[in-house]
């Protein structure tokens, strides 16, 4: 079983920058692939990137390339997002998840390969 929680999301003017972090909790975070998807008022949940279990592969949605780093820190079980270039298409709920592939290399993209979920923080871009 794993809890994640989400902190760091706020208002930011376009252009600014956030970091997300997710918190995890249980003793094999560290091989699990790890996830940010985004969900902005009437639309789907979508992908923003991904990190496997070791960080040595990183997928990101084509929107987000050059402007957001995922990182993880598997000593302190978390998983973080920066955010630069802020765009008002950025404003979202951003969800921190997990997929219990342990050891895998994959990195998901899909809401269905994702076994664990957090609470979501909000992210909101002005322009």
């Known amino acids: 079983q794993v809890q994640l929680v989400e902190s760091g999301g706020g208002l930011v003017q376009a252009g600014g920058s956030l970091r997300l972090s997710c918190a995890a909790s249980g003793r094999t975070f560290r091989s699990y692939t790890m996830a940010w998807f985004r969900q902005a008022p009437g639309k789907e949940r979508e992908f923003v990137a991904a990190i496997n279990w070791s960080g040595s592969g990183t997928v990101y949605v084509d929107s987000v390339k050059g402007r957001f780093t995922i990182s993880r820190d598997n000593a302190n079980n978390m998983v973080r997002l920066q955010m630069n270039s802020l765009k008002p298409e950025d404003t979202a709920v951003y969800y921190c998840?997990?997929?219990?592939?342990?050891?895998?290399?994959?990195?998901?993209?899909?809401?269905?390969?994702?076994?664990?979920w957090g609470q979501g923080t909000q992210v909101t871009v002005s322009s």
């Open positions: 998840a997990a997929d219990f592939a342990p050891y895998s290399a994959r990195c998901a993209s899909s809401v269905g390969d994702y076994d664990y």
